[in-house]
């Protein structure tokens, strides 16, 4: 499990695991990798024991850890975000999923509870000597929508990293209380299964931080909420299975910039619950903000991953979303050289001083 291997970095937020994929992880010197949303066969709203442990096997014959999958499809449990019917078919499915991820040997499944998903305004943003970065203005979106809520929503395309589609929420909007009792609904339902196949469940920070977006209430926009889901962990089982995946990222986009990613590690890093970080930053909060390179941004990356040490932290690194420099491929190679290289460097700092 993460916690007995110590603070190390990881090279994820592909969905093919491809042998150059893993021999850039072997030249970069980091010691495992993350999966986002892998490009595994659909088995009926499921992911198939075999078609997990492929995964795992694969990386391990080139001497890496595969430390976590970070997403199943949205479509796996939409009805459950929202509280459609249908949900309880798409829960007994996740449960299945779960099963199969621990059984494969795999400790982490990440999710998230953003049933529109991520949103930008834009990811060709100007970032530092024209790179492009990917930023986000609720003013566009509430020019888009003609001043209300419907809105547009980043989708992902296998061809093109993004495209702008209006998505119209039928029906009424969903209120915060619905969304808690929905995630409470589904945490009842698959904690206990995550505990019984020795896999911890990390829920990932909304994105961006808003209260509401198309329709739909945010839940994990700032600390309390974070807070929140940990409470209704623990009075469903003893939380073992329960964690986050800290995105640092969403966290400074919150109002308050770096103060909450502080109060997060204060508060997750003596419990255990952070599993494991996405080391990224943005320029600005909620409602306009741009992302940037590592130690540009809102917090001090340096007394940040001096705080996740002396705070217990022992889990892995990821860089997450990088800007996308000159000549850089899709992928954004170049962008995750520099940030992982940054990573190793403030690790070995905080090694030396803590």
């Not at 992911?47 to 492929?54: G, K, R, S, T, V």
């Amino acid at each position: 499990m993460s916690g007995e291997l110590g603070i190390r970095i990881a090279i994820g937020q592909f969905n093919e695991l491809t042998e150059e994929k893993l021999i850039y992880a072997q030249q970069l010197g980091v010691p495992g990798v993350q999966m986002n949303t892998p490009k595994l066969p659909d088995r009926g709203g499921l992911w198939a024991y075999e078609d997990i442990l492929a995964l795992r096997e694969k990386t391990e014959g080139y001497g890496l850890r595969f430390e976590a999958i970070e997403n199943v499809p949205i479509h796996f449990y939409d009805k459950a975000m929202l509280g459609l019917p249908g949900r309880d078919e798409q829960i007994e499915n996740y449960r299945t999923t779960i099963r199969n991820v621990g059984r494969a040997g795999i400790p982490i499944l990440g999710y998230h509870f953003m049933p529109n998903s991520v949103w930008r305004t834009s990811r060709t943003s100007p970032g530092r000597g024209g790179a492009h970065v990917t930023s986000f203005d609720m003013a566009l979106v509430e020019t888009a929508a003609g001043g209300g809520q419907s809105a547009f929503v980043a989708k992902r395309d296998e061809k093109v990293d993004a495209l702008w589609v209006k998505e119209e929420l039928a029906g009424d909007e969903v209120t915060a209380d619905q969304m808690w009792a929905n995630y409470e609904y589904f945490m009842r339902a698959v904690l206990p299964t995550a505990k019984e196949a020795g896999v911890k469940l990390a829920l990932h920070p909304d994105d961006p931080p808003m209260p509401s977006l198309g329709g739909v209430a945010r839940l994990f926009k700032d600390v309390d909420g974070f807070k929140r889901a940990e409470r209704i962990a623990l009075d469903l089982s003893d939380g073992d299975a329960w964690g986050l995946d800290l995105c640092l990222g969403c966290c400074s986009e919150m109002p308050g910039g770096p103060t909450n990613v502080a109060a997060m590690i204060d508060h997750f890093g003596p419990r255990g619950r952070i599993l494991y970080i996405h080391f990224r930053d943005v320029k600005g909060t909620v409602p306009q903000f741009a992302e940037c390179f590592i130690g540009e941004g809102n917090y001090n990356a340096a007394e940040t991953m001096l705080r996740l040490k002396r705070n217990g932290f022992t889990g892995f690194l990821l860089d997450d979303h990088v800007p996308h420099m000159i000549d850089d491929s899709t992928w954004q190679h170049r962008g995750r050289a520099h940030a992982i290289g940054y990573m190793q460097g403030l690790l070995d700092m905080a090694t030396a001083l803590v």
